[in-house]
């Protein structure tokens, strides 16, 4: 049976109030050490932040990112630590890649506009 290594950098980057985008360098090869084509041999890659949702990434690309509304992930505002797994097209799932941690801070309101003072 083989096994994926479970080398994925994660990175999340914070787009805006509504949108983060994950990046990270998919795996290409094998526990055992055997060639893997992140294409064509991973189904998915599993999201996991502070034991909540578990959110399911398409692997159908090679560039290792993948753009998420905030809400998809996080119930609320806070801060979040999170991993990557991948799962190749036999359901294996590799080892947790690092943990980064991302904030979603509420934005304070604009400033007011075109303020007038008629005397």
Do not use: H
């Amino acid at each position: 049976m083989k096994k994926l290594i479970g080398v994925i950098v994660l990175m999340l980057v914070s787009l805006a109030a509504t949108a983060t985008t994950l990046s990270w360098e998919p795996p290409t090869t094998r526990v055992d050490g055997q060639p893997l084509d992140p294409v064509t041999e991973l189904a998915e890659y599993r999201l996991y932040c502070d034991g909540l949702n578990v959110v399911a990434i398409p692997a159908a690309t090679s560039s290792g990112e993948y753009e998420v509304p905030k809400t998809d992930i996080f119930p609320g505002y806070g801060a979040y630590d999170c991993a990557l797994t991948a799962v190749d097209t036999d359901g294996l799932e590799s080892v947790m890649s690092n943990i980064v941690t991302i904030p979603w801070e509420k934005a304070a309101p604009n400033a007011p506009t075109n303020l007038l003072i008629i005397n």
